[in-house]
């Protein structure tokens, strides 16, 4: 058995069904036809795109909902008291979590971004050691007349032996005392 020609087993598509426009697209028509001063609700919105357009897929309830999520964190749409309105535009746009992005750098009217009048970091060290001679440097004892860490303990005068035997001045060594017992009476005297 014979063919003539190449067979296609592709489904064709007929020139006549139009393209319709993606989901954002329909959502921004219904809200704009819908026009309620409250806002468009999920619902009202998927019956409006539901009878408007055909040859939706049968997930079209979960995409719907997806691009509204979409659309709403991206600042196109509005979301209040669960009605999906578009934004005013005389609003300041909403501000994303997290840290702001730091301000682009100044543009002359050239368009060449100027510099900051100090380079960053510390500076390099010159090329000739013998071109300009070093500032002076200052050390902490220069400018408080003190020398930096812990001062030095104090020298206590020598204990002379023999006054330490007469009882005037005792010398304590290291650590706790001993306990200091009381002299005891004996019972039968």
Do not use: C, F
Not at 116 to 141: E, F, N, Y
Not at 149 to 169: F, H, L, M, N, S
């Amino acid at each position: 058995m014979a063919t003539e020609g190449p067979t296609n087993t592709s489904p064709e598509i007929s020139p006549t069904v139009a393209k319709q426009p993606n989901y954002p697209e329909m959502i921004m028509a219904a809200i704009d036809s819908i026009n309620d001063k409250n806002g468009s609700s999920k619902s009202s919105i998927s019956n409006y795109i539901e009878d408007n357009y055909n040859n939706l897929p049968p997930a079209h309830s979960a995409i719907l909902s997806q691009y509204l999520d979409k659309m709403k964190l991206g600042g196109e749409i509005v979301m209040l008291k669960n009605n999906y309105m578009k934004p005013d535009p005389s609003s300041p746009p909403k501000r994303g979590r997290g840290r702001p992005p730091k301000p682009k750098a100044p543009q002359d009217a050239s368009g060449t971004v100027t510099s900051s009048p100090r380079p960053r970091g510390r500076p390099p060290k010159p090329k000739d050691p013998l071109a300009s001679p070093p500032p002076p440097k200052r050390t902490a004892s220069a400018v408080s007349g003190r020398k930096r860490g812990r001062p030095p303990k104090k020298d206590k005068p020598a204990i002379d032996p023999q006054v330490a035997v007469e009882g005037t001045v005792i010398k304590r060594g290291r650590g706790r005392p001993p306990k200091v017992k009381a002299a005891v009476a004996p019972v039968g005297a």
